[in-house]
């Protein structure tokens, strides 16, 4: 574990050396991963390492520093560096620190960390790999290869402290299984994934588990066509809607909205999604990947509804953008160790709707089901989407035939307006989530 | 350059001694081959936005990695710490993978003379902070003066120099010092008019390369990035919905190359093909372009942002020849899969620092001059999509399926350029896409120099190149409207 007071001391340093405001940001992690390919281990991975960030102001100018060496000459040495890059800086009126009332720390246990990542032996790591691959080869023949699998450990501590008076330090863990099997019929080779992702080992589903989704979402592949250019009615499964979650994400923090660069900037108040729409950004959630009991800012972590039943409601944002927009910071501040803090989400997700995601498909006449989404097609400043596709065609309310070597097209506001139901299978496989989402009409370019 | 003059010898005092020790360490419990890479690296980055200064970053990291090969198995490690202690921890928990006696004998080390492809006297981040700084305040000035419908501007300026040393178990020693260099530029324009402002467009340009602050100097300038932005930002304010549907594409020259990287450049990295999970493989000798193409990965371009005199393993870069005149040549190896393949490293092993295991990665990937005209090729197409410049892209190497984004283009009518379209996917399958040629320019042009490629959670720069090239089907992917 690192030294709390080592980030308070660096503070201290730098208000010595002239600083008016510093704060100081210490990581340190671990990390573990093992992976099989072919039912033999391939790669084996433990290492540990740490960084310290420091941000400091003159005045109202900036400047930040970051190390790898934790040494005392080498948290001097970072004090200096950040010194002297502020010195070049500009003036900005708006740049600051939070309020002394607006910091603090979530009290309770969030379950972030959970020691029993490190009940597992490397064999029995090792075992779960190998055992989610075996799941996945042996679920259908036509499984006849395997990119691996692999399971992956990680535990870490972020430490902050800034010259406001706010010192706070917490640890995460985390553990994940995935493996990615290859399917062959004739000239068709496909390959897809699944994965588990838990702070704690016993909330990892079971390599069986694994192996089994991985293998049925990689078998329904084979055989891909394209489809004629038409437009058609889309659904995204979680994985992909998680995906345009990340969209909305892009278009409403709060650095996307002082700049005018967010097509949903100007609409606070305004229906810019269809009453199917309920987004709500929450870093409280115990034992889940956006929790945090503060900001990378010292402020507390809470809950924003962002969109409610089709109304913007809130915009996310740290105390810099906050600042600019006449508004309060939602404690949703965001670095690595070090530089002007972005801003981030807690966990971000669209609220779950009342039908299971099999009767939204069985109600379906006829159009896609995408699986998954390639390139990064989506310009948030117009809110422009294209972007590569493959899936599932659905004729009367079933799965016809795999679909691939497509786009999708339209625009995020369209997107947003033509929701016409969200699924009931909202989970959180990470800290951007959604339900399964049924959008009205958008272009499909095949053939 | 002895060990004791090299950064490493100088300022941490390692010697060969110890390199020896620390690999004798790494193959304690057996193993075919251990490596050690040493990394020192220091970054800047400064960026203006509103015409403030508002973020200056500096930062320092060190470490070292130390990786044991047995048979397919590959075992990693690494410290922050350059301790000896430390060091030879790092070394034991890399041994764990192996079992058994090494089959290594090593005595001594020879040190890789490489060549010298980004010599300079002074690195960026060796220059002042105001010289570097000046960079930013430049583009941002050009770039408000050269049009009033431009409302906002970012620049950013990042250098890096880095100082790596590897020492393998092959009795190879190799250090290089590694800088880069990037100026990106990037501005929201809109219509003003009376009704009320139109919705914006951004415009993005930059460029570097592993070469001094003098390369921004000439053409390369800020003011250069800056209105390359601007006039991408505008051309946007008028264009119309992307058509959907198959089509003849035109690529232009330079960042269009992103077409080969993804198509093509992914699916031939060894480790995809050594575990046959690539729709290239087992295709080598077989017809995978039409006759007009020939690409290559070519990693010795003086001052590239894909260049490197050594690769991260050690081995020297060289210029791969992976398609022929449209028959698939060769792969791009690293130490790993050369070694289960019986084949040379192609000097292609990379990673992203000394956290990071190496594996088979491009550099600089592009396609060799054709005889066409430019404006011939443009004449020749009655209805088509021009693209002049992309976003990124991504492939599947399984399927082969891959997109990349148009950034600029515009509709090719009876011969002629007209009108802009806005952001566009097109999507192809790589080993049928470049069948599909049917003109290749004389104009090979490669990118500003501002690529990063990702693979596996692992960022490195690279280029990319192409001429003006004509593609008789690609799906195009827009909203329909035209």
Not at chain 1, 104 to 120: E, K, P, Q, V
Not at chain 2, 161 to 185: E, F, I, K, N, Y
Request: proline share 4%; with cysteine.
């Amino acid at each position: 574990m690192i030294d709390p007071e080592l980030a308070t001391r660096a503070v201290r340093l730098a208000l010595e050396r002239g600083a008016t405001d510093a704060e100081c940001t210490l990581a340190e992690g671990e990390e573990f991963s093992a992976q099989v390919r072919m039912r033999a281990l391939e790669t084996l991975k433990d290492a540990g390492s740490r960084r310290a960030g420091l941000r400091v102001l003159i005045g109202k100018r900036v400047g930040s520093a970051h190390t790898s060496d934790l040494s005392s000459a080498g948290m001097r040495q970072m004090v200096e560096s950040a010194l002297a890059v502020a010195a070049i800086s500009t003036e900005d009126p708006y740049a600051d620190l939070p309020e002394s009332s607006e910091l603090g720390s979530l009290a309770g246990d969030l379950r972030l960390y959970s020691d029993d990542i490190h009940n597992f032996d490397t064999a029995a790591r090792i075992q779960a790999a190998i055992d989610a691959e075996e799941a996945a080869l042996s679920w259908d023949p036509r499984i006849t290869n395997s990119e691996g699998a692999s399971f992956s450990a990680y535990a870490g501590e972020r430490v902050f402290a800034n010259s406001r008076g706010f010192a706070g330090s917490y640890r995460m863990s985390s553990c994940s299984l995935s493996t990615t099997p290859v399917a062959r019929q004739g000239d068709s080779m496909e390959r897809d994934y699944w994965y588990s992702l838990a702070r704690s080992h016993s909330n990892l589903e079971s390599p069986a588990a694994v192996g089994r989704r991985a293998a049925e979402r990689t078998v329904r592949r084979l055989g891909a066509r394209k489809v004629p250019t038409q437009k058609a009615p889309v659904i995204f499964d979680p994985i992909t809607a998680r995906s345009l979650l990340g969209n909305i994400f892009e278009a409403v923090e709060g650095e996307g909205i002082y700049r005018k660069a967010s097509f949903l900037e100007g609409k606070l108040g305004e229906h810019v999604a269809s009453e199917n729409v309920t987004v709500i950004d929450d870093g409280c959630l115990a034992g889940l990947f956006g929790t945090s009991p503060f900001d990378d800012e010292g402020v507390p972590s809470r809950r924003t509804v962002v969109i409610d039943r089709g109304v913007l409601r809130n915009y996310l944002l740290n105390t810099y953008t906050a600042t600019k927009l006449g508004m309060r910071t939602t404690g949703n501040a965001a670095r690595g160790v070090t530089g002007n803090a972005g801003v981030g989400h807690g966990n971000f997700y669209l609220e779950k709707g009342q039908r299971p995601p099999e009767e939204i498909i069985r109600g379906f006449r006829r159009g896609l089901y995408v699986t998954e989404l390639i390139g990064q097609g989506v310009n948030i400043v117009t809110g422009d989407y294209s972007r590569g596709a493959a899936g599932l065609w659905i004729e009367n309310g079933e799965f016809a035939y795999p679909v691939s070597e497509i786009t999708i097209a339209a625009t995020l506001q369209q997107m947003l307006m033509d929701v016409e139901a969200a699924g009931s299978d909202l989970e959180f496989r990470g800290s951007v989530a959604s339900p399964t989402l049924l959008i009205r009409e958008m272009t499909i370019s095949g053939q | 350059m002895p060990l004791s003059d090299s950064f490493f010898g100088q300022k941490f005092g390692i010697t060969e001694h110890d390199l020896e020790s620390y690999l004798s360490e790494a193959l304690s419990a057996g193993g075919d081959y251990a490596d050690l890479y040493f990394e020192y690296l220091a970054t800047s980055q400064l960026s203006i936005d509103e015409s403030i200064v508002k973020s200056a970053v500096q930062g320092v990291s060190l470490g070292v990695g130390v990786r044991v090969i047995s048979g397919e198995r590959t075992g990693y490690a690494y410290s922050d710490d350059l301790s000896p202690e430390k060091i030879r921890k790092a070394a034991r928990v890399a041994a764990c993978i192996a079992n058994g006696p090494s089959k290594v004998d090593k005595t001594g080390f020879t040190e890789v003379r490489p060549r010298d492809l980004y010599p300079l006297v002074t690195a960026p981040n060796e220059a002042s902070l105001d010289e570097r700084v000046e960079l930013v305040k430049r583009a941002d000035r050009a770039a408000r003066a050269a049009d009033h419908r431009v409302f906002q501007v970012q620049a950013s300026y990042l250098d890096s120099l880095r100082q790596v040393l590897v020492a393998t178990s092959d009795g190879t020693l190799s250090t290089d010092r590694q800088p880069l260099a990037r100026l990106g530029v990037g501005v929201l324009a809109r219509e003003h008019a009376a009704n009320g402002n139109s919705a914006p467009q951004r415009g993005y340009s930059g460029g570097g390369g592993r070469v001094g602050l003098e390369f921004f100097e000439l053409e390369h300038t800020p003011e250069h990035f800056a209105r390359e932005a601007v006039r991408q930002a505008i051309v946007q304010l008028n264009a119309v919905p992307a058509p959907a549907g198959e089509m003849t594409v035109v690529l232009g020259p330079g960042w269009p190359g992103v077409l080969l990287h993804e198509a093509v450049g992914h699916g031939l990295e060894a480790d995809f093909n050594r575990k046959k999970v690539s729709a290239f493989s087992d295709r080598i000798g077989q017809q995978v372009a039409s006759p007009l193409c020939t690409v290559v990965d070519d990693g010795t371009i003086r001052n590239r942002r894909g260049s490197l005199n050594v690769d991260d393993e050690g081995a020297p870069t060289q210029e791969n020849v992976l398609i022929e005149n449209g028959v698939l040549r060769g792969y791009l190896y690293d130490k790993l899969s050369s070694r289960l393949l019986r084949s040379k490293t192609t000097g292609s092993g990379r990673r992203e620092s000394y956290q990071h295991i190496p594996m088979p990665r491009m550099t600089n990937t592009f396609m060799l001059a054709g005889d066409s005209d430019p404006e011939d090729i443009i004449r020749s197409t009655p209805r088509g999509l021009y693209c002049a410049n992309f976003g990124g892209g991504q492939v599947d190497i399984t399927s082969g399926n891959f997109v990349f984004s148009a950034s600029e283009s515009y509709l090719i009518e009876d011969g002629h350029v007209t009108r802009p379209v806005r952001g566009a996917t097109l999507t192809g399958n790589g080993p049928e896409a470049l069948k599909y040629v049917s003109m290749v320019g004389h104009d090979l042009k490669l990118d500003e120099g501002i690529g990063i490629c990702g693979k596996e959670g692992q960022s490195v720069p690279v280029g990319v190149g192409i001429p003006t090239i004509k593609i008789d089907r690609m799906t195009v992917g827009g909203t329909g409207g035209d």
